[in-house]
C-alpha cells in the first residue's frame, strides 16, 4: 500500500499518470473555482484502476468508508475513498476547502442540503453515474454513500484553498442530527464517533422531518454493522437510537414538513420535496423491516392491511359506497334478505359486513375472496372468506345471484384479462343475477390526492399516481406509503406501487354487454345515470350495474 508523504516534490512523484497531471496542473495553475477544479479532473482522465493502490475495503465497521490520502501540496490534499455495501458519510461539508471535486467510479448516492437558521433541509438525493464528478467547496454541504446490497467502489476526492493550508478538510462541520448539534473533525466524517474525535462542538438546528429521518436511519445501520462486528457499543445505546428513529413525537415534524409540500386539497405542491420525502420513507421502512425481522412477502398488503379500514374503506364507505349499495337495493328492487352474495377482492370484509347489517343480508349467504392473505386474515373476523383469484371462479361449483366488488378492484387485473374476468362473473351468477361494483374513470387522476387522513388521524398515507402507457394501454399507476402513529413506534409501510387499468366508459360498458343484458353506469357523486356518449364524470367514479338475463 502506497503512503502519502506530506509536501512531496513532483520530481518524487510515484503517481499514476493521470493522478500526476491533476496535481502538476494545480500547482501550475490552481483553479478559481469548483467548476474549472471539475473540468481539470475530467480532462486528466482518471480510471479505477489508478486509484488501486489506495484502495481500503477492509476499513473498521466503526469507520463509515475507507479513507487514504494520496498526495499533500501546501495547498491541495489528493484522497481515494473506499465505499463498501451500505457505507455512508455524515452529513458533512469540507472544512477550509475553497475549491475541489469528487469523481466517483461505481452507483455512488449522493445528496446535497441547505442549512440556515430554518435547520437542514435536504435539497436533492440521486444517485450519480460512474465516472460523474461534481465540484465542492466549503458552501457545500453533503452526504455520498453506496446504496447498493453488492457492490464495491472508489472515488477520487481533490480538495484545495488560494493560500496554504496545513488540513485543507481541517475543522470540517459534521452535523448531528440526533442531538442537534455540530461537530468539527479533522479526519473522517463518520458516524458515531468518539467525543475525543472532535476538534470542536457547538448548537445547531435540527433537520425537518425527512433529512433527520435518513440521518438516523444511517446512524442505526452504522451501529448495527459495529455489533455484527463485535464493536461494544455503550450500554443501551442501540435500543436509544431505535427508539428515536421511530419516535411516535416525531408526527409534528412530518404534519410540518406536509403542510410544506401539500395544499389545501390534498395535492403535491413542492414535486422535489415531495420525492425526497417519500425516498426517506422508503429507506425508512425498509429498515424498519430488517430490524424487526419482517421476512419478505409477494403480498403488498402485508403491513398494510391492519392500516386499510381506517385509511381507505371506511372513508369509501362513508363518502360513496353506502350511498349507491342502498340505492342498487331501491332502483333495482333487490332484497339482500333471500340472496347469496359474493364479493370479489373482498379486502377486510367491512363492506360486506355492512352488507349484513343495514341491507338484510345472511352471514351464511355471504362469502368472499381477495388474493391477499393478509386482507383475507382480517376479512375473516367479519364474513366467510378465502384466498381467491376472480380468473379462478368456477360455476360448477358454486352459483350466486349477486357478485359484488367494490374499491375498484376489476381495474388492479391486467387490461387483458378483464374480459375473461367479466365471462366468469357472469358464469358464476345464477339466471337474473346481478353485478355491482365501482369503478375509476380514466382521468380519476384529476381527483386523486396524495395525502390521506385516517379519521382519528394517526394513519397517514402518502400516494403518488401517474399515468402510464404499456403497449398502448393507459394505466393509473400510484405508488403509497402509509405512515402509523398509533402504536408505541411509528410504523412505517411501504405498500408499493398498484397499477390500474383505465378503460374508456363505452369500452366497458361493451365488455359488460357481452355478458350481461342490461347494463347501466351511475355517477357515484350524484348517482345519475352516465349517458352513453360521455367520456367521464363529475365525481371520476362510477357504479355499473349489470344483470344477467334469463
Request: aromatic share 10%; hydrophobic share 40%.
Amino acid at each position: 500500500m502506497k503512503t502519502a508523504q506530506p509536501n512531496q516534490t513532483f520530481s518524487s512523484l510515484d503517481l499514476p499518470p493521470s493522478l500526476q497531471r491533476i496535481a502538476l496542473r494545480l500547482r501550475e495553475s490552481p483553479p478559481g473555482t469548483p467548476g474549472e477544479m471539475r473540468k481539470i479532473v475530467l480532462e486528466a482522465a482518471v480510471q479505477p484502476g489508478d486509484l488501486i493502490d489506495w484502495s481500503d475495503f477492509e476499513h473498521p465497521a466503526a469507520d463509515s468508508y475507507g479513507r487514504k490520502l494520496v498526495f499533500k501540496a501546501d495547498n491541495f490534499e489528493i484522497m481515494v475513498m473506499s465505499w463498501r455495501p451500505g457505507d455512508f458519510s455524515t452529513i458533512h461539508d469540507h472544512g477550509h476547502t475553497q475549491w475541489g471535486a469528487v469523481q466517483v467510479f461505481g452507483p455512488a448516492e449522493h445528496a446535497t442540503f441547505r442549512y440556515d437558521e430554518d435547520g437542514l433541509m435536504t435539497l436533492a438525493r440521486w444517485q450519480m453515474k460512474p465516472g460523474e464528478v461534481v465540484g465542492v467547496s466549503h458552501h457545500l454541504v453533503h452526504q455520498m454513500g453506496n446504496p447498493t446490497p453488492d457492490k464495491f467502489f472508489l472515488s477520487l476526492h481533490v480538495y484545495g484553498t488560494y493560500d496554504s493550508q496545513e488540513n485543507v478538510t481541517g475543522e470540517a462541520r459534521l452535523f448531528d442530527l440526533e442531538n442537534a448539534r455540530i461537530h468539527r473533525v479533522n479526519g473522517g466524517v463518520f458516524f458515531a464517533l468518539p467525543e475525543t474525535d472532535y476538534v470542536g462542538s457547538e448548537a445547531g438546528a435540527a433537520g425537518d422531518f425527512p433529512t433527520h429521518l435518513r440521518h438516523m436511519v444511517e446512524l442505526s445501520r452504522r451501529l448495527k454493522k459495529m455489533k455484527t462486528a463485535g464493536i461494544a457499543l455503550p450500554e443501551g445505546r442501540w435500543e436509544e437510537v431505535i427508539f428515536k428513529t421511530f419516535d411516535v413525537a416525531q408526527k409534528d415534524s412530518l404534519r410540518e414538513k406536509l403542510e410544506s409540500v401539500i395544499d389545501e386539497e390534498g395535492h403535491v405542491s413542492d414535486s422535489i420535496q415531495w420525492r425526497i420525502l417519500n425516498h426517506e420513507l422508503k429507506q425508512a421502512a425498509a429498515f424498519q423491516r430488517q430490524i424487526e425481522g419482517a421476512k419478505q412477502s409477494g403480498d403488498s398488503f402485508m403491513d398494510y392491511a391492519r392500516m386499510y379500514d381506517a385509511l381507505i374503506c371506511q372513508s369509501c364507505m362513508d363518502s360513496f359506497m353506502r350511498r349507491y349499495l342502498f340505492f342498487f337495493q331501491e332502483k333495482f328492487g333487490v332484497d339482500f334478505s333471500n340472496k347469496s352474495l359474493i364479493s370479489l377482492g373482498c379486502g377486510t370484509g367491512l363492506v360486506e359486513k355492512f352488507m349484513m347489517d343495514e341491507l338484510g343480508l345472511r352471514f351464511e349467504q355471504c362469502y368472499g375472496i381477495d388474493i391477499s392473505e393478509a386482507m383475507i386474515n382480517v376479512a375473516r373476523e367479519r364474513i366467510q372468506a378465502d384466498v381467491g383469484d376472480i380468473l379462478g371462479l368456477d360455476p360448477s361449483v358454486k352459483t350466486w345471484d349477486i357478485a359484488f366488488s367494490g374499491l375498484n378492484v376489476l381495474q388492479y387485473l391486467p387490461a387483458k384479462k378483464l374480459d375473461e374476468a367479466i365471462g366468469k362473473i357472469s358464469a358464476i351468477l345464477n339466471d337474473g343475477g346481478y353485478f355491482v361494483g365501482d369503478f375509476i374513470t380514466p382521468d380519476h387522476i384529476r381527483w386523486y390526492p396524495n395525502l390521506m387522513r385516517a379519521e382519528e388521524g394517526d394513519i397517514l398515507s402518502l400516494r403518488t399516481p401517474k399515468l402510464i402507457e404499456e403497449e398502448g394501454i393507459n394505466y393509473q399507476e400510484s405508488e403509497i406509503v402509509n405512515i402509523d402513529f398509533g402504536g408505541k413506534r411509528m410504523k412505517i409501510n411501504y405498500a408499493g406501487k398498484h397499477k390500474r387499468y383505465l378503460p374508456a366508459l363505452f369500452r366497458m360498458r361493451q365488455l359488460f354487454g357481452k355478458y350481461f343484458e342490461e347494463v347501466s353506469l351511475f355517477d357515484t357523486g350524484t348517482l345519475a345515470e352516465i349517458p352513453e356518449w360521455a367520456d367521464s364524470c363529475s365525481s371520476t367514479r362510477y357504479v355499473v350495474v349489470a344483470k344477467k338475463g334469463s
